[in-house]
């Protein structure tokens, strides 16, 4: 019995566990992108982020693993995670600059829809009725949350609907590399990628950073090595069906650290969309502990 729940709370839960602080982590990035982004262009802010996180991310690697950071297994499928996180930050940059912040990120969430399409041929792990609830649920608390404006969506909508196609199938790619790769080797190669091949726009885009900016851009760069790195380590410990309803919580960061920040205080439809958000996790988490339970009971 001790071994039965030592093994659920060391599993899945901690997966859980370790989504949530990496979104957590996630939306004060996109806080302090938003910050950056008054003075500085995206792909400034793109590059100072991945090699930031890279610098820290290097010698952690290295005293993980020694010389096998830099000879990974799967070498062709982090090179393609790497790329998958370029096309999503420039495909997500480029069509917020025309769509409204509200629609832009409504669109963005169909990730966690794409993630439960895409798991059954990409990781082979079918979702359930209860899942797709959980995620459906999730959804419409985003809208409470972001209330888009669908009207006003034009051709530019595809850039983000792109973003999302991107963060997912780069989820996916988590659990499938997070198996059996340490997760800051996986976060270190992705960085890496991203900084270099964002480097050739480098001497268009350079301006001196101030301090203040230099300091925003090092907090930065810790929050994306965290979140980048415990995502990947808790997308390795639970199936998709299980954690891609977590994935709004990253909304909920965004409110808190948005009122925080700016001063924007969340109204009743947005309260109701976070309770909506939180009540998908801990919807689908019940039914998967009473299956657990069935089965031990049996």
């Not at 090179?79 to 669109?107: C, H």
């Not at 399409?117 to 079918?126: D, T, V």
């Amino acid at each position: 019995m001790f071994n039965n729940l030592r093994s659920k709370i060391s599993g899945p839960v901690i997966g859980i566990i370790l989504l949530i602080i990496a979104l957590a982590f996630a939306a004060l990035s996109g806080a302090l992108m938003k910050v950056l982004s008054v003075s500085l262009s995206p792909f400034l802010i793109a590059w100072l982020r991945f090699t930031g996180s890279l610098i820290i991310l290097i010698p952690v690697t290295v005293m993980r693993v020694k010389s096998r950071a830099f000879r990974p297994k799967r070498p062709l499928l982090q090179v393609f995670r790497g790329i998958l996180l370029i096309i999503g930050n420039a495909s997500f940059v480029y069509g917020v600059k025309e769509i409204d912040y509200a629609n832009a990120i409504a669109i963005l969430y169909v990730y966690p829809f794409l993630m439960m399409m895409l798991a059954p041929s990409i990781l082979g792990e079918k979702g359930n009725i209860y899942a797709w609830i959980a995620v459906l649920s999730g959804f419409l608390g985003v809208l409470c949350v972001m209330r888009p404006d669908i009207g006003n969506l034009d051709y530019n909508a595809f850039f983000i609907l792109l973003s999302g196609l991107m963060v997912a199938t780069q989820m996916l790619i988590n659990r499938l590399l997070g198996g059996d790769i340490d997760p800051f080797v996986i976060s270190m190669w992705g960085s890496m990628i991203a900084s270099f091949a964002l480097l050739p726009l480098l001497p268009i885009v350079w301006v001196v950073l101030t301090p203040n900016q230099l300091g925003i851009a090092g907090l930065l760069a810790c929050m994306t090595a965290l979140s980048q790195t415990m995502m990947i380590a808790g997308m390795s410990r639970a199936p998709v069906s299980l954690m891609a309803p977590f994935a709004y919580t990253e909304i909920i960061f965004a409110v808190i650290i948005g009122f925080l920040i700016f001063g924007s205080l969340p109204d009743t439809i947005a309260s109701v969309g976070m309770i909506l958000i939180i009540g998908s996790g801990v919807f689908v988490e019940r039914i998967r502990n009473q299956q657990l339970s069935h089965k031990d009971q049996l």
